[in-house]
């Protein structure tokens, strides 16, 4: 049986401290082995050490010993390294490169130079396996975001690599996604790939792994499976704003009647809400159910097919994104996306260049999220949290009313968490709303006062948080992710 | 019945150089008529006439240009008015834009680099054609995303004469360049983690022409030719 055995790894990029050393750990083929860690801790870094992307493409100083079969092929290049250990990466779309699913699939296997037999045969065993049968002739960008990430994972697996690295595989799934990911592994495993995961959070994956890690530059073993898998495990189920005196004033947000298509099928169907304002409310749904598509028509990025929103009391129809600026402040999923400005201060002023407000506003927003040591670094040097953390500061330098976050917890540690969460209730104490959209049903029940749950495009929900998420017939109904230590919670 | 890649894409070029030697009216509208019905049967009719819709004053303004203004120059100035004239070219363009609408909705990405491959063009850029395709709607999306990003912070993209709306959009367009970089170079590692080189070839796959594919082929070849002669020899 093949090993792949990792000693005292560690890696430097130039002139910095080190982003990883002592790493050890050893991986199977057939099993399938965790390593938690928060963002920036050196994940990618040593996912990236594994497949040769380090030192070969990216420049760093690597020193320990990556063993497979006895031979240390650590700084080999990455053809090499691809024969027997394959990587899916944090940003899979990158990795689908067909026009077609079977095309998609065949490309690393034309690459290898295999006949047309055997490509054909390992092409209908993949789509067989990974059930994307029915995808066969379908468009990759037609396909949604875990049917891709599955695309990605069959056609690396077809090229027969002993060993797949998944880099943060969990970080945009619903828990529907999550589970059929937990399958694919468990399959993996049953077809002898061993398989190691990179995340910042394990939660759902548990069963399938043979041992957890936890990584902050340093490496060590949490225990077989029964370790934290999830790195802010929810203690305190108190919720801090319990004590805030909440005042609901009127509507922030009221909908009549909203229907929405992109193109043929409504994704929205005959919405009808009020937010009140002063209050934090939480949006939850299965991947697709129209949840984004719901909150872009908050600041009027979307403008109803049918029916009629109203923010602050003005009907979205007749006013700009750009307009409602003022009044709404959205912050997006994926801030690598959408930052770009060349400084923090840049980043953050925008809004109050274009708005013509006072850039007062943005030297408060970068102190509450406590950036403003950082105000003339570049973004792209930023980590993952400073950089949500940027973003939520650049959409409340407009100073609006209602902040609307949109899955602002992926791939988020904990200390980032807990910023995101006071800036948030401060919004509340000055009288603001704010919307949230999430799968992370930790962090809603750590800050929303209500939940409303959106399914095929119609709002089947909207309870206060507890009735809702900590009711496990609700959770399963709604496919929601369950609250870790529910028991403490309800005691 | 579903054509062949290869009949849709002679079919297209063939109709494309007709509306460049048809000399009559009726030339153009024949063809013109034979394209609108086969975009009545597309999936895709609704964007189709849609889009012919949105390109009314285009063609309103050609109609005006050629019929009012085709025979001045800073030479000569002719008398008249020439509605003949002005009905021809705008048929012309009305016809250029109901083919290529058309050719987009019928040949899919993927029918057209299997279908160029076939007709045996190199395949260095066979192969970059099907990767940019894959890759529009990943550009598209990232431009979307910055544009939402930016809309949302108040900048008014449409706002103001030409030299600020050109300012404004270079909001968009910097930010678009340096991620297309970016994705470029995450686009090299992927492909090569999938052992990707260039020795190593791609096979393009098409199936057998039938029988209807071989008449539509060779009827749109005899046609293109007969009007070649007739406009350059005859």
Same mark, same amino acid.
């Given at each position: 049986? !093949?090993?792949?055995?990792?000693?005292?790894l560690g890696c430097?990029?130039?002139? +910095?401290? @080190?982003?990883?050393?002592?790493?050890?750990?050893?991986?199977?083929?057939g099993?399938a082995?965790?390593?938690?860690?928060?963002?920036?801790s050196g994940?990618?870094?040593l996912a990236?050490?594994?497949m040769?992307?380090?030192?070969?493409?990216?420049e760093?100083?690597?020193?320990?010993k990556?063993?497979?079969?006895n031979?240390?092929?650590?700084?080999?290049?990455?053809?090499?390294?691809?024969?027997?250990? !394959?990587l899916?990466?944090?940003?899979?779309?990158?990795?689908?490169?067909?026009?077609t699913?079977e095309?998609?699939?065949r490309?690393?296997?034309e690459n290898?130079?295999?006949d047309?037999?055997?490509?054909?045969?390992?092409v209908? $065993?993949?789509?067989?396996?990974?059930?994307?049968?029915?995808?066969r002739?379908?468009?990759?960008s037609?396909l949604?975001?875990?049917?891709?990430?599955r695309l #990605?994972?069959?056609?690396?697996t077809?090229?027969?690599?002993?060993?797949?690295?998944?880099?943060?595989?969990?970080?945009?799934?619903? $828990?529907?996604?999550?589970?059929?990911?937990?399958?694919?592994?468990s399959?993996?495993?049953s077809?002898?790939?061993?398989?190691?995961?990179?995340s910042?959070?394990?939660?759902?994956?548990?069963e399938c792994?043979?041992?957890?890690?936890?990584?902050?530059?340093?490496m060590?073993?949490?225990s077989n499976n029964h370790g934290?898998t999830?790195?802010?495990?929810?203690?305190?189920f108190?919720?801090?704003?319990?004590?805030? !005196?909440?005042?609901?004033?009127g509507s922030s947000?009221?909908i009549?009647?909203l $229907?929405?298509?992109?193109e043929?099928?409504?994704v929205?169907?005959n919405?009808?809400?009020e937010i009140?304002?002063?209050s934090?409310?939480s949006?939850?749904g299965?991947n697709?159910s129209?949840?984004?598509?719901l909150?872009?028509?908050f600041?009027g990025?979307?403008? @109803?097919?049918?029916?009629?929103?109203f923010v602050?009391?003005?009907?979205?129809?007749?006013?700009s994104?750009?307009?409602?600026a003022?009044?709404?402040?959205?912050?997006?999923?994926d801030p690598?996306? +959408?930052?770009v400005?060349?400084?923090?201060?840049?980043?953050?002023?925008? #809004?109050?260049?274009?708005l013509?407000? @006072?850039?007062?506003?943005?030297?408060?927003?970068?102190k509450l999220?406590?950036?403003?040591?950082?105000?003339?670094?570049?973004?792209?040097?930023?980590?993952m949290g400073?950089?949500?953390?940027?973003?939520?500061?650049?959409?409340l330098?407009?100073d @609006?009313?209602?902040l609307?976050?949109?899955?602002?917890?992926?791939?988020?540690?904990?200390?980032?968490?807990?910023l995101?969460?006071?800036?948030?209730?401060?919004?509340?104490?000055?009288?603001?709303?704010?919307?949230?959209?999430?799968h992370?049903?930790d962090f809603?029940?750590?800050?929303?006062?209500?939940v409303?749950?959106?399914?095929?495009?119609?709002?089947v929900?909207?309870?206060p948080?507890?009735?809702?998420l900590l009711n496990d017939?609700k959770?399963?109904?709604y496919?929601?992710?369950?609250?870790?230590l529910?028991?403490?919670?309800? !005691? | 019945m579903?054509f062949?890649?290869?009949?849709?894409?002679?079919f297209?070029?063939?109709?494309f150089t007709?509306?460049?030697?048809?000399?009559?009216i009726?030339?153009?509208?024949i063809?013109? /008529?034979i394209?609108?019905?086969?975009s009545?049967f597309s999936?895709?009719?609704?964007k189709?006439?849609?889009r012919?819709?949105i &390109?009314?004053?285009v063609f309103?303004?050609?109609f005006v240009l050629?019929?009012?203004l085709?025979q001045?120059?800073?030479?000569?100035v002719y008398?008249g008015v020439?509605v &003949?004239t002005?009905?021809?070219m705008t048929?012309?363009?009305?016809l250029?834009?109901?083919?290529?609408?058309?050719?987009?909705?019928?040949?899919?990405?993927?029918?057209?680099?299997?279908?160029?491959?076939?007709?045996?063009l190199?395949?260095?850029l066979?192969?970059?054609l099907?990767?940019?395709?894959r890759?529009?709607s990943t550009?598209?999306?990232e431009?979307i995303?910055?544009?939402?990003?930016?809309?949302?912070?108040g900048l008014?993209?449409?706002?103001?004469?030409?030299?600020?709306?050109i300012?404004?959009?270079?909001s968009?367009? &910097?930010?678009?360049?340096?991620r /297309?970089?970016e994705?470029a170079?995450k686009?090299?590692?992927?492909?090569?983690?999938?052992?990707? /080189?260039?020795?190593g070839?791609r096979?393009?796959?098409?199936?057998?022409?039938?029988?209807?594919?071989?008449?539509?082929?060779?009827?749109?070849?005899?046609?293109?030719?007969?009007?070649l002669?007739?406009?350059?020899?005859w």
């Amino acid at each position: 049986m !093949n090993a792949l055995k990792v000693q005292e790894l560690g890696c430097k990029y130039n002139g +910095h401290k @080190p982003v990883l050393s002592g790493a050890s750990f050893f991986l199977k083929e057939g099993e399938a082995v965790g390593v938690i860690g928060s963002s920036g801790s050196g994940k990618t870094t040593l996912a990236y050490c594994l497949m040769g992307i380090i030192p070969n493409r990216i420049e760093a100083e690597v020193w320990g010993k990556v063993y497979f079969n006895n031979e240390n092929v650590l700084g080999k290049n990455v053809r090499d390294i691809v024969r027997f250990m !394959n990587l899916i990466m944090q940003n899979y779309e990158s990795q689908i490169f067909g026009l077609t699913v079977e095309e998609d699939i065949r490309f690393g296997l034309e690459n290898l130079g295999l006949d047309e037999n055997e490509i054909s045969l390992r092409v209908n $065993w993949a789509l067989k396996n990974f059930g994307l049968e029915y995808y066969r002739n379908f468009q990759p960008s037609k396909l949604s975001g875990g049917l891709k990430q599955r695309l #990605a994972i069959a056609s690396t697996t077809v090229m027969g690599s002993n060993f797949l690295i998944m880099d943060d595989p969990t970080s945009n799934l619903d $828990w529907n996604g999550i589970i059929c990911l937990r399958h694919t592994i468990s399959y993996l495993k049953s077809i002898g790939k061993g398989v190691l995961i990179l995340s910042r959070k394990l939660k759902g994956l548990e069963e399938c792994l043979d041992r957890i890690y936890y990584l902050d530059g340093q490496m060590f073993q949490l225990s077989n499976n029964h370790g934290p898998t999830h790195e802010t495990c929810v203690k305190n189920f108190v919720k801090n704003n319990d004590n805030v !005196n909440v005042k609901e004033n009127g509507s922030s947000i009221k909908i009549e009647d909203l $229907w929405f298509k992109y193109e043929k099928n409504y994704v929205l169907k005959n919405v009808n809400l009020e937010i009140p304002c002063n209050s934090i409310v939480s949006v939850m749904g299965p991947n697709g159910s129209g949840k984004t598509t719901l909150v872009k028509h908050f600041n009027g990025l979307l403008k @109803p097919s049918k029916g009629n929103v109203f923010v602050d009391g003005k009907n979205t129809r007749n006013y700009s994104p750009a307009q409602l600026a003022k009044y709404v402040g959205f912050v997006f999923q994926d801030p690598d996306r +959408h930052i770009v400005s060349e400084t923090v201060w840049d980043e953050v002023t925008f #809004a109050c260049k274009n708005l013509g407000l @006072p850039l007062d506003n943005a030297k408060n927003a970068l102190k509450l999220l406590n950036l403003d040591d950082l105000r003339d670094r570049p973004p792209y040097l930023l980590s993952m949290g400073e950089k949500v953390r940027l973003m939520i500061a650049s959409a409340l330098a407009a100073d @609006p009313k209602i902040l609307v976050l949109d899955e602002p917890t992926t791939g988020q540690d904990s200390r980032t968490l807990g910023l995101i969460k006071d800036a948030i209730f401060r919004m509340r104490c000055d009288g603001k709303s704010v919307i949230i959209v999430t799968h992370d049903t930790d962090f809603a029940l750590k800050v929303s006062d209500s939940v409303i749950i959106v399914k095929d495009g119609s709002i089947v929900e909207f309870s206060p948080v507890k009735n809702v998420l900590l009711n496990d017939k609700k959770i399963e109904l709604y496919e929601l992710e369950p609250p870790t230590l529910i028991e403490e919670r309800v !005691n | 019945m579903k054509f062949d890649p290869r009949t849709k894409i002679i079919f297209f070029t063939s109709a494309f150089t007709l509306a460049f030697l048809f000399t009559e009216i009726i030339e153009l509208i024949i063809l013109a /008529s034979i394209t609108l019905v086969l975009s009545f049967f597309s999936v895709e009719r609704n964007k189709i006439f849609g889009r012919l819709k949105i &390109m009314a004053p285009v063609f309103l303004v050609a109609f005006v240009l050629w019929t009012f203004l085709n025979q001045y120059s800073l030479f000569h100035v002719y008398d008249g008015v020439n509605v &003949m004239t002005g009905v021809f070219m705008t048929l012309r363009l009305f016809l250029i834009v109901v083919l290529s609408l058309a050719f987009v909705s019928f040949v899919t990405p993927v029918e057209l680099v299997n279908a160029l491959a076939s007709f045996r063009l190199p395949y260095k850029l066979v192969f970059t054609l099907g990767l940019s395709l894959r890759h529009i709607s990943t550009v598209s999306d990232e431009y979307i995303a910055i544009k939402e990003g930016q809309t949302s912070r108040g900048l008014e993209l449409d706002k103001g004469f030409l030299v600020r709306r050109i300012k404004n959009y270079n909001s968009v367009v &910097m930010p678009l360049l340096i991620r /297309s970089i970016e994705n470029a170079e995450k686009l090299v590692l992927a492909m090569e983690l999938k052992s990707f /080189s260039l020795n190593g070839r791609r096979r393009y796959s098409v199936g057998k022409l039938n029988s209807l594919d071989y008449v539509v082929i060779f009827s749109m070849i005899a046609v293109v030719f007969i009007f070649l002669l007739r406009n350059f020899l005859w």
